[in-house]
């Protein structure tokens, strides 16, 4: 096994075997959701943001740090593919929100094949995000570890759903169509950089737990959900309460020389943050 594989392993606590069957495809999926946090830190510090191989795996693996979709399923991908699957990413478009407009190819996520049937696998979606794959079938309610989901098929489109309460909500658009690293680094700039970008107004951040629950933090908010009820609400005071939490309750590191960052630095870009409570997503 790899150098990298060991100490990817090591970060998640994995200690089984590795087959290329879809139960390893999905215990792997779930692992990688709790010991990685899903957040945007390096977007609000301001930093730049990196997709080589390297630059991922010394943040994410070493540092012990989160990222966003970009870095989350790539780093993904990478496992996958160096203990044999047949992974490759795919660009979408994210509507949960309901924009006016079609928007660009932002996320990233993974299309999987295991005995001949195509998979979904997507470590990278904030709080609704998948924590188990699904089969690339349309018009079925498929149950992964923190709710249900479904695909929707329209021509060569296809549409991931999550069931929200009483109606199934959209998240994004995909197709399959063959994308290349350059469309990783433009869906990732747009991401970071565009003035709109939630990511550039928002300290955001959100790690699943294996017994169904997930942990979300929006700005100064936290919260602790069992399935759609709360369990746990925090409203920190300030960001010396907010970096204590985050290191605690979201594994986050943040003493890296490169990766890390400090309480005055935290400090002073959650200066210009909302304060006031918001639900996480």
């Not at 047949?86 to 309901?98: E, F, I, K, P, Y």
């Not at 996320?107 to 699904?134: K, Y």
């Not at 309610?141 to 709710?147: D, Y």
């Amino acid at each position: 096994m790899s150098p990298f594989l060991n100490a990817y392993f090591a970060r998640t606590g994995w200690q089984k075997p590795v087959s290329v069957d879809l139960d390893t495809l999905r215990a792997l999926h779930l692992q990688h959701n709790g010991a990685f946090p899903f957040e945007n830190i390096d977007v609000v510090l301001p930093r730049e943001i990196h997709l080589d191989d390297q630059s991922i795996a010394d943040k994410l693996v070493t540092a012990r740090r989160g990222g966003y979709c970009f870095e989350q399923n790539g780093l993904f991908e990478r496992v996958l593919r160096e203990t044999g699957f047949n992974v490759r990413s795919v660009l979408g478009r994210v509507v949960l929100s309901a924009p006016p407009q079609m928007p660009p190819r932002t996320h990233r996520l993974l299309l999987v094949e295991v005995n001949g049937e195509r998979w979904i696998a997507d470590v990278g979606f904030g709080g609704q995000t998948l924590t188990g794959p699904i089969r690339l079938l349309a018009n079925e309610e498929q149950a992964t570890p923190h709710g249900l989901y479904r695909l929707l098929s329209e021509g060569n489109d296809w549409v991931l759903q999550f069931r929200h309460h009483e109606h199934w909500q959209s998240m994004y658009h995909f197709d399959l169509t063959t994308q290349y690293f350059s469309d990783y680094v433009m869906g990732n700039f747009w991401s970071a950089h565009w003035p709109q970008s939630h990511f550039r107004h928002h300290l955001l951040m959100c790690r699943h737990l294996p017994d169904g629950g997930k942990l979300t933090l929006t700005n100064f908010h936290f919260t602790h959900w069992q399935g759609a009820h709360v369990e746990e609400q925090i409203h920190l005071p300030d960001a010396e309460a907010l970096y204590q939490l985050m290191q605690e309750r979201f594994g986050l590191g943040v003493d890296d020389p490169k990766h890390g960052f400090s309480l005055a630095e935290l400090t002073a870009v959650m200066a210009g943050f909302d304060t006031h409570p918001q639900a996480g997503k």
